[in-house]
């Protein structure tokens, strides 16, 4: 993900789902993510609310760049602790990577 924004990413890879909206139990199923994550990033505002009734719908560009960033964090063996996103909608950069890769080392 070399794009500095997410708005950038989404507009590039997603556009496509832009503004089409989406519940977080289909999302689960969808791109198999726990629904306790899901409710995590949307408490966190990583995901953009559509409609607020019930239940609630959300953005589904939002979601697949959400879990296009989780699935490869995972894929370099970042699992817990840190944020997803930064404070710009960003994937989170790690203070200390070797301490990350130490720690996978040690499981």
Known sequence: MNLRTKQEYIER???HLAGNS???SE???KYAIPRSTLEKWFYKQYIRVVSDSY???CNEADI???VDVYQSRRKRGIRYGAP???DAG???KLKHTDLSKKRKQDK
Do not use: N
Request: glycine share 0%; hydrophobic share 35%; with cysteine.
């Open 90 to 92: 960003t994937p989170y």
């Open 13 to 15: 890879y997603y556009s």
């Open 27 to 29: 999302a689960s199923e």
């Open 84 to 86: 997803l996103l930064d």
């Open 22 to 24: 989406i519940t977080l």
């Open 55 to 57: 239940p609630v719908q």
């Open 64 to 66: 697949a760049y959400c």
